[in-house]
């Protein structure tokens, strides 16, 4: 069969770099944590020279993180805080964040829905 174009490309060729920047961030972090580090110490293995991208990133990267454990497996959030090593407040307000990015965009959709004419 022939060879197309894109063969020999790398699968994260077409992959966004802010999205690769986050997959990476998020694998390193959750190989610390793997190893037993604390947050801290995990997110220390993540390279992000803009801090401002690398607080954001690492905020994220929280945020999945409790989304992965207290949400789908249901692990109360002050284990989470303690597995971490991170104050509960810290926890709390990621949670918090988390939930109101989803009203966010829940009601964003909806308008959005609304514009189009395909509301439901």
């Not at 063969?7 to 802010?18: A, C, N």
């Not at 694998?27 to 401002?52: E, P, R, W």
């Amino acid at each position: 069969m022939a060879e197309k174009w894109f063969d020999d490309m790398s699968d994260d060729t077409f992959i966004p770099e802010d999205e690769k920047i986050y997959v990476k961030a998020l694998a390193k972090v959750k190989a610390g944590l793997a190893k037993g580090f604390d947050f801290h110490t995990a997110s220390a293995q993540v390279d992000i020279m803009d801090s401002n991208l690398r607080e954001a990133v690492l905020d994220d990267v929280l945020k999945v993180i409790i989304a992965e454990e207290h949400f789908a497996k249901n692990v109360p959030l002050e284990q989470i805080s303690k597995n971490l090593q991170l104050p509960i407040e810290r926890i709390e307000k990621a949670r918090i964040e988390m939930l109101e990015d989803v009203e966010r965009s829940t009601v964003d959709s909806i308008y959005k829905d609304r514009e189009l004419g395909t509301e439901h």
